[in-house]
């Protein structure tokens, strides 16, 4: 992993922004100076334990993905739009499980992926699912269905940065008829990429 001054101040102010609230966080990690940045929508239970994104089975799922590109992990910079994990109480269980991020949640944690952006500044910037797709490309109304594995265009500060969509890979694994279609956008990107 390779940080930076700048990286490890934002995520410090992260964390105490949010202890303030109680929540834990898993900020991102990886090379800060990484062409490719990846952002997922939130950390779930064993992100949260390990302070790390994209473990366990999601971790196996991006592992797959970062395959099929020919990349490593340590090349790029993984996160998520929200840095803390979304959960509530399953009244059968008793136990947590993850739901999806409200509005407020994702706002409150935009600045710091913005931040981010700007510190690593890649060459794209590749979005899995619609909440990572809708914050970073400012539009709520936006549907990953009409804009996965297309190239999308931001300014941040007058810098300009190619946004590539892609359905989350836990989509995937619930609706297998999107895999095709998930494999097609993957060699669009790779191509872009290479
Ligand atoms: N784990 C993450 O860190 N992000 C996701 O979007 C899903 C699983």
Excluded: W
């Excluded at 109680?22 to 900020?27: L, M, W």
């Excluded at 269980?93 to 706002?107: A, G």
């Excluded at 609706?175 to 990429?193: C, F, N, T």
Aim: some cysteine; aromatic content about 8%; glycine content about 6%.
């Amino acid at each position: 992993m390779i940080y930076n001054q700048e990286m490890t101040e934002l995520e410090t102010g992260c964390r105490n922004y949010f202890i303030e609230q109680d929540k834990k966080i898993v900020f991102g990690e990886g090379n800060v100076k990484a062409n490719l940045m990846l952002v997922g929508e939130a950390p779930g239970r064993q992100e949260i334990e390990q302070g790390r994104p994209f473990v366990g089975q999601a971790g196996k799922n991006l592992d797959e993905f970062l395959q099929l590109l020919n990349i490593e992990r340590d090349d790029i910079y993984i996160t998520n739009a929200v840095k803390f994990r979304p959960a509530k109480i399953n009244p059968k269980t008793n136990r947590l499980i993850n739901r999806p991020p409200s509005k407020l949640e994702i706002n409150d944690s935009k600045a710091f992926l913005i931040g981010q952006i700007k510190i690593i500044a890649p060459q794209i910037i590749v979005t899995l699912g619609n909440v990572p797709m809708r914050v970073i490309l400012d539009n709520e109304k936006l549907n990953i269905g009409d804009l996965h594995g297309t190239v999308q265009n931001i300014h941040i500060d007058n810098i300009s940065y190619l946004v590539f969509p892609l359905y989350h890979p836990a989509s995937i694994i619930y609706k297998r008829a999107l895999r095709a279609v998930y494999e097609e956008d993957l060699l669009k990107l790779k191509a872009i990429i290479s």
